[in-house]
């Protein structure tokens, strides 16, 4: 079974910067999506931004472009999601999502 852990939440001020990390635990073969999704207080989760494993393909919600940006290291099985310009409304649970296994969130909070 494939485990996936998400670091580097914390409290930050609004403008601020923060960046998530999630590691697989094992080597996943194949193409696949490794994806960050957030879920705020009474809304369903959505997604932020997703890459391919095997390219530079990359996806973002419109809510976050030009503000966060989505790598990789499949080396290390690791996504980033490095944010930017942070705002109030960025704060949620984020979760990342490799391949089909999903890690248990971690929590970013924007406010001053």
């Known amino acids: 079974q494939v485990q996936v852990a998400e670091s580097g939440g914390g409290l930050v001020q609004p403008g601020g910067s923060l960046r998530l990390s999630c590691a697989a635990s094992t080597n996943i073969r194949g193409t696949y999506v490794m994806a960050w999704y957030r879920q705020a207080p009474g809304k369903q989760r959505e997604l932020v931004a997703s890459i391919l494993n095997s390219g530079p393909i990359t996806n973002y919600a419109d809510s976050v472009k030009g503000r966060f940006t989505i790598s990789r290291d499949n080396a290390k099985n690791t996504v980033y999601l490095q944010m930017n310009s942070l705002k109030p409304e960025d704060t949620a649970v984020y979760y990342c999502?490799?391949?089909?296994?999903w890690g248990q969130g971690t929590q970013v909070t924007v406010s001053s």
């Open positions: 999502k490799i391949q089909a296994f």
